[in-house]
């Protein structure tokens, strides 16, 4: 039997998908684990289908005869549940849900098949880690996770659920420098979500006023900011662009459009350190015009080390600028991060 695996597509059916899900779950359903796929509504499908990206595996006939969900980390406050689940916060964690195979299918390969395509949906995003959970009592599919790599790196009890979770994850197989500068990349994103909520406290007064930094001000300095790591560097290793553009341009004169393009910006590095030729990486150059148009030529791999310490190097500007205007300035240190995100012993 020939099944084609692709992404969920807006003609395909989310009852004929719900009733997939009903029919896998159905055995486990059986033992008396209530998985949400076992009786979950369309509606909650849809929601589920809507969080990120999800594969579908169709046969010969059309039939819809397996699927996963991939999505990137849940926002706290907008799921309060995910605060017990640490791993699904974390920026470099790509989660998996709603992994279901027709049993009529089973035993052929196609759940190997849709956990590939899963993981490398997670890596072609920059991803460091994939994270699922599973029951504690169904000891078959833990095993089955841990033979594609998965560890136990926690547990939790679901609200309504006849059975305890056990969370397990994956690390990727990127390469160690890769590796080194997708973390750098999530801790941009990381750092910037974190000053940005510090700055909301300013005044708008106090926001635009001179703090006798090198851009003068927040509102100056944040500028800088969307210019150069954003508006000038992304473009240089996105698209082999090089655009001309001041360093001191007010790019966005709006606060809160400014605070968005921000998190958009940084939110899109991993993506692109992921994209990049490993042999390019390692010993390439990128070859780019700078801010006043002349040619420069540099190592790839140190001058994204560049751009990620410019960015440290300006949030540590304002970080000072709130000290001075009397808000609290944020933790910021890459440190900081690493000892919210934890890896366990069994993930090394």
């Known amino acids: 039997m020939s099944v084609t695996l692709r992404p969920l597509a807006a003609t395909d059916s989310l009852p004929e998908l719900t009733a997939l899900l009903h029919k896998a779950y159905a055995a486990l359903g059986a033992q008396g684990w209530n998985f949400t796929a076992v009786d979950q509504s369309v509606e909650l499908t849809a929601k589920r289908v809507a969080g990120g990206g999800c594969l579908v595996a169709v046969d010969e006939a059309g039939r819809?005869?397996?699927?996963?969900?991939?999505?990137?980390?849940?926002?706290?406050?907008?799921?309060?549940?995910?605060?017990?689940?640490?791993?699904?916060?974390?920026?470099?964690?790509a989660i998996l849900s709603q992994f279901a195979v027709d049993p009529d299918c089973q035993g052929q390969g196609l759940g190997a098949r849709l956990m590939d395509a899963a993981e490398a949906w997670a890596a072609q995003r920059g991803h460091l880690y994939v994270a699922l959970d599973t029951a504690g009592?169904?000891?078959?599919?833990?095993?089955?996770?841990?033979?594609?790599?998965?560890?136990?790196?926690?547990r939790t009890q679901w609200e309504g659920k006849t059975y305890a979770s056990v969370l397990m994850a994956k690390a990727l197989p990127h390469s160690p420098l890769r590796a080194a500068l997708l973390r750098l990349a999530h801790y941009e994103l990381w750092a910037t979500r974190r000053l940005l909520k510090a700055v909301d406290g300013l005044s708008d007064a106090q926001y635009r006023q001179d703090a006798s930094l090198f851009f003068k001000s927040v509102h100056g300095t944040l500028n800088h900011l969307l210019v150069g790591q954003s508006l000038l560097w992304l473009p240089r290793f996105a698209e082999g662009g090089s655009p001309v553009m001041a360093l001191?341009?007010?790019?966005?004169?709006?606060?809160?459009?400014l605070r968005q393009r921000l998190l958009e910006g940084a939110a899109r590095w991993p993506a692109v350190i992921a994209a990049l030729d490993e042999a390019q990486l390692s010993e390439g150059t990128l070859d780019y015009r700078t801010s006043q148009g002349e040619p420069a030529s540099v190592?790839?791999?140190?001058?994204?080390q560049?751009?990620?310490?410019?960015?440290?190097?300006h949030r540590g500007q304002i970080s000072a600028a709130l000290t001075a205007l009397g808000q609290a300035g944020p933790e910021l240190d890459l440190m900081h991060m690493l000892r919210e995100w934890p890896v366990a012993k069994e993930m090394r």
């Open 64 to 93: 819809l005869v397996g699927t996963v969900n991939m999505r990137g980390p849940y926002r706290p406050e907008q799921d309060a549940w995910s605060l017990a689940t640490p791993w699904y916060l974390r920026e470099d964690t």
């Open 137 to 154: 009592p169904a000891e078959q599919l833990q095993r089955r996770y841990a033979q594609r790599g998965y560890r136990t790196v926690g």
């Open 248 to 257: 001191n341009a007010e790019a966005e004169p709006d606060r809160g459009r």
């Open 299 to 304: 190592p790839m791999a140190a001058c994204l």
């Open 306 to 313: 560049h751009v990620f310490n410019h960015g440290t190097h």
